[in-house]
């Protein structure tokens, strides 16, 4: 059997988790699980940027990818980046394996406003499922309403539904039964 | 312009930056490739068309502010966006000097990006366009050809190719008819401001109070019935050509404002205290004498020497008659083609009349003609001798002509195809009072 694993990153509230892990069975219809673990978060941080390169953890949730695990999902509170960009809500390999998220930038607290742990939960499902639908061959969808229209800002995030379009849809069908899913 | 067909070329000597900015422009889905340094990248611009290219400032060998050069010799309207490190930024600035479209600091804000790359892509969108439309203007200024095989029309030709490059004021001469408004327009459409209006006004056919209005504009409120503030002509030919036609129809008052405002290239909208400068370039056309005009002090001499720079005389069509069958032809098809009419040539024995008759209304005279014939012509594909209803109008001299009834009705209908129906004037040349002519005009059944 092929699963979806997420894998937390550091400490992540399990109702997100869990919560996460019912959304994203329902939208790719492939079996998910969370699969818990150990990184080493030294080589990937960067004390100038107090920041965490996103590439060099993407590869490490890779190394560890099991034989069942069809698309893997990293999740973290960390603040992510790459070299060449300032930050990241999150990076997936467009029709590869892994996706990573961060959850730092997504809290309402981070612009000085007051919590709101439902949105939150909503902006995570929605950049989840936008990364991995990424690993899916799936590139940015000019429907404002799908799941894989950019988001440039967090309200951009808002702004767009936790669903694929009928086009996107049809790609990730596509792709599963390339892949006899 | 969607994402797809953008292409998007990056050139960093930096692995870790060519390949993060690859991974997340294809996530965009635009058409992406890298480049290391700037050989592989003139490789890669020779190769394929790229739309926006993300430079590198410091790389060994040829760095990024020699390689933008040598892109904008490739193709000028490729956009290049600047990347820099924060020590660079005065570099950048310099290569935006150079024509770089902007420059981004690393680490990228990845907001900024998105809006960067959408503003280049309407950047080139907009070039696209500006080119485009310069196409089309120059297929329109070319819409109305000048027809002519003859010596004189090659010379005028010529002449025109020569001015065209200047911004000499130009005078064109002729009878009426001959086509001077279209050697203006030539004139216009091959100079550098062919991108600008050319602005015609016809003199001749103005009171002076409205001729000054429309020449100058005027303010709300700076005469009787100036409601609105009006733009004049002068104005809107900034950056163009104005074109006065029948020049020599002008009040000495208004030549002597119109020779200031030529040398100043300023003026005074009517009702206002605020001068305008303006830059245009003067054609003028006339059929009047000037000289004599000059002579006999209704034309002033130093306007006449203003307007006089470069002097074009278009010749009678009674002068060129080997250019008649041409311009028969170029009409024939024109006009075919906008009465969706399938009549593709003209008789020997037509062609014969149009080639003896005299044309005092000049091309102008000709083109009505053979409009009128392709409205009689019916189902037939060429037109023939009685489709013309021009043997009233064969030279007097013509065998076909066999009655002084015959004579009469040709003599008035010339001349008032020559003074463009003007019944006081042709009555005053035929020495008949007007009532006279207009019985003989019902009598003969003559029409415009």
Same mark, same amino acid.
């Given at each position: 059997?092929?699963?979806?694993?997420?894998?937390?990153?550091?400490?992540?509230?399990?109702?997100?988790?869990?919560?996460?892990?019912?959304?994203?069975?329902?939208?790719?219809?492939?079996?998910?699980?969370?699969?818990?673990?150990?990184?080493?978060?030294?080589?990937?941080?960067?004390?100038?940027?107090?920041?965490?390169?996103?590439?060099?953890?993407?590869?490490?949730?890779?190394?560890?990818?099991?034989?069942?695990?069809?698309?893997?999902?990293?999740?973290?509170?960390?603040?992510?980046?790459?070299?060449?960009?300032?930050?990241?809500?999150?990076?997936?390999?467009?029709?590869?394996?892994?996706?990573?998220?961060?959850?730092?930038?997504?809290?309402?607290?981070?612009?000085?406003?007051?919590?709101?742990?439902?949105?939150?939960?909503?902006?995570?499902?929605?950049?989840?499922?936008?990364?991995?639908?990424?690993?899916?061959?799936?590139?940015?969808?000019?429907?404002?309403?799908?799941?894989?229209?950019?988001?440039?800002?967090?309200?951009?995030?808002?702004?767009?539904?936790?669903?694929?379009?009928?086009?996107?849809?049809?790609?990730?069908?596509?792709?599963?039964?390339?892949?006899?899913? | 312009?969607?994402?797809?067909?953008?292409?998007?070329?990056?050139?960093?000597?930096?692995?870790?930056?060519?390949?993060?900015?690859?991974?997340?422009?294809?996530?965009?889905?635009? /058409?992406?490739?890298? !480049? @290391? $340094?700037?050989?592989?990248?003139? &490789?890669?611009?020779?190769? +394929?068309?790229? =739309?926006?290219?993300?430079?590198?400032?410091?790389?060994?060998?040829?760095?990024?502010?020699?390689?933008?050069?040598?892109?904008?010799?490739?193709?000028?309207?490729?956009?290049?966006?600047?990347?820099?490190?924060?020590?660079?930024?005065?570099?950048?600035?310099?290569?935006?000097?150079?024509?770089?479209?902007?420059?981004?600091?690393?680490?990228?804000?990845?907001?900024?990006?998105?809006?960067?790359?959408?503003?280049?892509?309407?950047? /080139?969108?907009?070039? !696209? @366009? $500006?080119?485009?439309?310069?196409? &089309?203007?120059?297929?329109? +200024?070319?819409? =109305?050809?000048?027809?002519?095989?003859?010596?004189?029309?090659?010379?005028?030709?010529?002449?025109?190719?020569?001015?065209?490059?200047?911004?000499?004021?130009?005078?064109?001469?002729?009878?009426?008819?001959?086509?001077?408004?279209?050697?203006?327009?030539?004139?216009?459409?091959?100079?550098?401001?062919?991108?600008?209006?050319?602005?015609?006004?016809?003199?001749?056919?103005?009171?002076?109070?409205?001729?000054?209005?429309?020449?100058?504009?005027?303010?709300?409120?700076?005469?009787?019935?100036?409601?609105? &503030?009006?733009?004049?002509?002068?104005?809107?030919?900034?950056?163009?050509?104005?074109?006065?036609?029948?020049?020599?129809?002008?009040?000495?008052?208004?030549?002597?404002?119109?020779?200031?405002?030529?040398?100043?290239?300023?003026?005074?909208?009517?009702?206002?205290?605020?001068?305008?400068?303006?830059?245009?370039?003067?054609?003028?056309?006339?059929?009047?004498?000037?000289?004599?005009?000059?002579?006999?002090?209704?034309?002033?001499?130093?306007?006449?020497?203003?307007?006089?720079?470069?002097?074009?005389?278009?010749?009678?069509?009674?002068?060129?008659?080997?250019?008649?069958?041409?311009?028969?032809?170029?009409?024939?098809?024109?006009?075919?083609?906008?009465?969706?009419?399938?009549?593709?040539?003209?008789?020997?024995?037509?062609?014969?009349?149009?080639?003896?008759?005299?044309?005092?209304?000049?091309?102008?005279?000709?083109?009505?003609?053979?409009?009128?014939?392709?409205?009689?012509?019916?189902?037939?594909?060429?037109?023939?001798?009685?489709?013309?209803?021009?043997?009233?109008?064969?030279?007097?001299?013509?065998?076909?002509?066999?009655?002084?009834?015959?004579?009469?009705?040709?003599?008035?209908?010339?001349?008032?195809?020559?003074?463009?129906?003007?019944?006081?004037?042709?009555?005053?040349?035929?020495?008949?009072?007007?009532?006279?002519?207009?019985?003989?005009?019902?009598?003969?059944?003559?029409?415009?």
């Amino acid at each position: 059997m092929s699963y979806i694993d997420i894998v937390p990153i550091g400490e992540i509230e399990e109702p997100f988790l869990l919560s996460l892990k019912q959304s994203l069975f329902q939208t790719f219809k492939i079996q998910t699980r969370i699969r818990c673990r150990g990184f080493d978060l030294s080589h990937v941080y960067d004390p100038t940027r107090n920041q965490y390169n996103s590439s060099g953890l993407l590869l490490q949730l890779i190394n560890d990818a099991s034989p069942e695990t069809l698309k893997i999902l990293g999740v973290t509170e960390l603040d992510l980046f790459i070299p060449i960009f300032t930050f990241l809500f999150g990076e997936a390999q467009l029709n590869g394996i892994g996706a990573i998220v961060s959850v730092h930038r997504l809290h309402n607290q981070f612009y000085g406003i007051p919590e709101n742990k439902e949105l939150l939960k909503n902006r995570l499902l929605k950049e989840g499922i936008h990364e991995l639908g990424h690993t899916f061959g799936l590139i940015h969808c000019f429907n404002l309403r799908c799941v894989m229209n950019t988001s440039t800002y967090v309200e951009d995030i808002d702004q767009k539904s936790a669903n694929f379009c009928r086009f996107c849809e049809q790609e990730v069908l596509h792709w599963q039964e390339g892949k006899n899913i | 312009m969607d994402n797809q067909s953008v292409g998007i070329l990056i050139v960093d000597d930096e692995f870790s930056v060519r390949d993060s900015l690859y991974n997340w422009f294809r996530t965009e889905g635009y /058409r992406v490739n890298t !480049a @290391e $340094n700037a050989m592989e990248a003139l &490789k890669k611009l020779q190769e +394929s068309q790229w =739309d926006i290219v993300l430079l590198d400032i410091k790389m060994p060998g040829m760095d990024g502010i020699e390689l933008q050069k040598h892109i904008k010799k490739i193709d000028k309207t490729i956009v290049v966006i600047i990347i820099t490190a924060y020590a660079t930024v005065d570099t950048a600035v310099e290569a935006m000097k150079d024509g770089a479209f902007d420059y981004i600091a690393k680490p990228i804000d990845p907001d900024k990006l998105s809006i960067l790359i959408r503003n280049a892509i309407n950047q /080139r969108r907009l070039i !696209a @366009e $500006n080119i485009q439309l310069k196409q &089309k203007v120059e297929e329109l +200024s070319l819409q =109305d050809e000048i027809v002519g095989e003859s010596p004189q029309i090659k010379k005028i030709l010529e002449m025109i190719d020569v001015v065209a490059q200047t911004d000499a004021t130009v005078l064109i001469r002729g009878e009426s008819g001959t086509g001077k408004e279209l050697v203006a327009q030539a004139i216009h459409g091959k100079s550098n401001r062919r991108y600008f209006p050319i602005i015609s006004i016809n003199c001749g056919s103005l009171a002076e109070g409205i001729l000054e209005s429309e020449l100058f504009g005027h303010e709300k409120g700076a005469f009787t019935g100036a409601q609105y &503030k009006r733009k004049g002509r002068l104005e809107m030919a900034n950056g163009g050509t104005i074109f006065f036609d029948e020049i020599g129809n002008i009040s000495t008052k208004m030549q002597m404002d119109l020779l200031r405002v030529i040398e100043t290239k300023q003026f005074t909208p009517l009702g206002s205290n605020k001068i305008l400068n303006v830059d245009f370039r003067v054609i003028a056309a006339t059929n009047t004498n000037l000289e004599k005009e000059v002579a006999e002090k209704n034309f002033r001499e130093d306007f006449y020497y203003r307007l006089n720079v470069f002097s074009i005389h278009i010749p009678p069509l009674r002068e060129r008659p080997a250019d008649i069958p041409l311009l028969a032809h170029y009409f024939l098809k024109k006009y075919a083609q906008s009465m969706n009419k399938k009549v593709t040539d003209i008789s020997p024995e037509a062609m014969k009349i149009l080639t003896q008759y005299d044309w005092p209304g000049n091309i102008r005279e000709l083109r009505n003609t053979i409009e009128r014939a392709l409205v009689v012509v019916g189902k037939k594909n060429r037109i023939e001798k009685e489709d013309l209803n021009l043997h009233y109008l064969s030279k007097p001299n013509s065998m076909e002509i066999d009655s002084l009834e015959d004579l009469e009705k040709a003599h008035i209908q010339r001349i008032l195809e020559k003074t463009n129906w003007n019944i006081s004037r042709s009555a005053e040349i035929l020495k008949i009072d007007r009532v006279t002519l207009y019985n003989k005009i019902k009598k003969y059944s003559l029409q415009k």
